[in-house]
């Protein structure tokens, strides 16, 4: 079983479209975030979740929009895409920080926006 | 804020030599964490190893080993018997014992292993 699976794994949409990517994961873990790789490969946090409750928001354009209907599941709901929203979008999880352990990542999804 | 610092954006090693790939990090706290990930072409991030801030231990998994110098603020990961499956990405990264905002984990810019035969 996957422990952190995100669907879809590419996505290839047009400028103006809106789209989501899902995220699940069966780790128990409490937290969850979304992370963006740009094309030179620098990960950056966009968004955290602790028990569906929304603990960081870095500065994201509102066009993205996180939603955590419970604790196992964080998808991200993208509008109006823009060409520079091309990206590989990771979602992760991880127990809290006192225990150590670092993140469980998803696979990734790449998002091309043509 | 915390800043993870990789200075080398490639690095080149024989298969079967040994290769270092450098961190330093900027932070005012006394207790974090710090690890290396490494992403392979797959883009699948996986966790290499993990060191403590407050074990003096340097962390050992199989070939792979840190040289964590805390007062420095340098984390450096080496590689020995370097295998062609090394090849890939690697990202040192920081984490904070606090929780909320501070617990994201911080990235550097990475650094390209290649393995050459």
């Known amino acids: 079983d996957t422990a952190v699976s995100q669907t879809p794994k590419y996505l290839v949409t047009q400028m103006g479209n809106d789209k989501s990517i899902k995220c699940e994961q069966n780790l128990g873990h409490d937290t969850m975030y979304w992370y963006k790789q740009d094309s030179k490969k620098f990960l950056k946090i966009m968004f955290s979740?602790?028990?569906?409750?929304?603990?960081i928001n870095e500065t994201v354009p509102n066009r993205f929009s996180p939603k955590s209907p419970d604790k196992a599941h964080l998808n991200l709901h993208i509008n109006s895409l823009e060409l520079g929203d091309s990206a590989v979008y990771f979602c992760a999880s991880s127990p809290p920080a006192r225990m150590s352990y670092g993140y469980t990542f998803g696979s990734g999804t790449r998002l091309t926006v043509v | 804020a915390q800043t993870v610092t990789q200075s080398q954006p490639e690095m080149s090693v024989q298969e079967a030599e040994t290769v270092t790939l450098s961190c330093t990090y900027d932070?005012?706290?006394?207790?974090?964490?710090l690890f290396w990930y490494k992403q392979p072409p797959s883009r699948q991030m996986i966790l290499v190893i993990r060191q403590e801030a407050y074990k003096q231990q340097n962390a050992t998994e199989n070939r792979f080993s840190v040289n964590f110098q805390k007062a420095a603020k340098s984390f450096s990961l080496k590689i020995s018997d370097s295998q062609l499956g090394d090849a890939a990405m690697y990202f040192c990264?920081?984490?904070?014992?606090?929780?909320?905002?501070?617990?994201?984990?911080?990235f550097g810019t990475g650094t390209r292993l290649q393995v050459t035969l």
């Open positions: 932070t005012s706290e006394s207790d974090y964490y």
């Open positions: 979740y602790n028990n569906k409750e929304l603990i």
């Open positions: 990264a920081y984490r904070s014992l606090r929780t909320g905002t501070a617990s994201k984990l911080t």
